[in-house]
T-cell receptor
Framework: KAGVTQTPRYLIKTRGQQVTLSCSPI?????VSWYQQTPGQGLQFLFE???????NKGNFPGRFSGRQFSNSRSEMNVSTLELGDSALYLC??????????????FGPGTRLTVL | AQKITQTQPGMFVQEKEAVTLDCTYD???????LFWYKQPSSGEMIFLIY??????QNATEGRYSLNFQKARKSANLVISASQLGDSAMYFC???????????????FGKGTLLTVNP
């Protein structure tokens, strides 16, 4: 079974630009969560999508948005990039059973650098 | 207040020895799950082990075991027979399950960098 895939793996942008990152979950998984990892703030939850609906949202500005498609693939978008958005963006997928899953599988991440 | 505390920024262990990585957590929810992940320098988060708050026994997965002490709110990871490939960042995380069981947010600790020496 293929794991979680994220594209692109590396990205360099300049301030003010926008970026779209993509995540394909494990086949059969319908929940996709996004996390931002920085040296200063550590791993922080961005949002979670299930059945094309945002179910949970972290404490990030509105510049960070996402969506999920009918095939469970998810994209996140960051508009008006700032230097502080430089981070590793991780996507996690899970089946999403009632009561929660015992495992959430992560992708390799997209490393975004904002110049 | 921090929900997940990992007090050891770095740990060293000799190859083939056991090592314990500390994790304490804070929650008022009766139902929650505790996870440990390994993150090598490549960046990918690798799931290691899970412990549910209602699980009666400590979780084990191969060389990994979780020392779960609910009253003390601690969930330490024990790695037995350390290998050079175990050198990585280790994160403890918690998922609080709300009444509908719909919360899939993981809260992570700051991590512990484990170095295994030959």
């Amino acid at each position: 079974k293929a794991g979680v895939t994220q594209t692109p793996r590396y990205l360099i942008k300049t301030r003010g630009q926008q970026v779209t990152l993509s995540c394909s979950p494990i086949s059969g998984h319908r929940s996709v969560s996004w996390y931002q990892q920085t040296p200063g703030q550590g791993l922080q939850f961005l949002f979670e999508y299930f059945s094309e609906t945002q179910r949970n949202k972290g404490n990030f500005p509105g510049r960070f948005s996402g969506r999920q498609f009918s095939n469970s693939r998810s994209e996140m978008n960051v508009s008006t990039l700032e230097l502080g958005d430089s981070a590793l963006y991780l996507c996690a997928s899970s089946f999403r059973r009632a009561g929660g899953d015992n495992e959430q599988f992560f992708g390799p991440g997209t490393r975004l650098t904002v110049l | 207040a921090q929900k997940i505390t990992q007090t050891q920024p770095g740990m060293f262990v000799q190859e083939k020895e056991a090592v314990t990585l500390d994790c304490t957590y804070d929650t008022s929810d009766p139902s929650y799950g505790l996870f440990w992940y390994k993150q090598p320098s490549s960046g990918e988060m690798i799931f290691l082990i899970y412990q549910g708050s209602y699980d009666q026994q400590n979780a084990t997965e191969g060389r990994y075991s979780l020392n779960f002490q609910k009253a003390r709110k601690s969930a330490n990871l024990v790695i037995s027979a350390s290998q050079l490939g175990d050198s990585a960042m280790y994160f403890c995380a918690m998922r609080e399950v709300n009444s509908g069981g719909s919360n899939y947010k993981l809260t992570f600790g700051k991590g512990t960098l484990l170095t295994v020496n030959p």
